[in-house]
């Protein structure tokens, strides 16, 4: 079954909890870069995904595309699972668990 526009933006929007500022400042670090699958692409996905959260961050909700559409319910199903499998019992601060999570939009400590 698939979701509704409303029903996406509801869940991204109680999700993904950083604010562009936050995600654009952690992209630009080297942790965020050292977690993620590139497929042999020198970029990992998530880090792929963040560029892309930072554009609809900076779009309006009706100006929104179908392709941001499908990106934000990805983004959502990705975080959904990653919390789902739980974090580290120790250091969740430095995980790779954490970083690729943040990549994503979602940092779980706040």
Known sequence: MTKSHDDIWDEWSKLVN???AALKRW???EESRS???????GESTGHQSGRHILKIQDTKKADLSDDDWAHMGKVVGYIKRHK???GPQSDMEHSDWRYSLMNWGHDPMK
């Open 18 to 20: 950083m604010t562009p």
């Open 84 to 86: 789902a499998q739980g």
């Open 27 to 29: 992209l630009d670090t």
């Open 35 to 41: 977690v993620g699958d590139t497929r042999g692409e």
